[in-house]
Nanobody
Framework: QVQLVESGGGLVQAGGSLRLSCAAS????????MGWFRQAPGKEREFVAA????????YYTDSVKGRFTISKDNAKNTVYLQMNSLKPEDTAVYYC???????????????????WGQGTQVTVSS
């Protein structure tokens, strides 16, 4: 497993942007598919975006398509989530997650991932 540490969260006005980063330890990051999930107060954790090990395939939940972009830099052991046109309903704790896989499958299921970060808070004010 890799150790994951998220950063980049904060308070932003509606319509603004944030870029979340998730730094991974270890030398096996290039073999990991990664995902971003979020959990709002009183709600279950939900899938946001996923990317395969090479960065060549991505998948998004419908509510963020066209606004969020996931990317992966294997040289820097980091996965990013660029969030534009933020809405108050995007407010949540955002978690990155990893699974070791060379397939092109980009899983939206939390139980497919075995490494998780501690989360970073994103708050969007109206």
């Amino acid at each position: 497993q890799v150790q994951l540490v998220e950063s980049g969260g904060g308070l932003v006005q509606a319509g603004g942007s944030l870029r979340l980063s998730c730094a991974a330890s270890g030398r096996t990051f290039s073999s990991y598919a990664m995902g971003w999930f979020r959990q709002a107060p009183g709600k279950e954790r939900e899938f946001v975006a996923a990317i395969n090990w090479s960065g060549g395939r991505t998948y998004y939940t419908d509510s963020v398509k066209g606004r969020f972009t996931i990317s992966k830099d294997n040289a820097k052991n980091t996965v990013y989530l660029q969030m534009n046109s933020l809405k108050p309903e995007d407010t949540a704790v955002y978690y990155c997650a990893g699974r070791r896989s060379y397939s092109d499958y980009t899983s939206p299921y939390a139980n497919n991932y075995d490494s998780w970060g501690q989360g970073t808070q994103v708050t969007v004010s109206s």
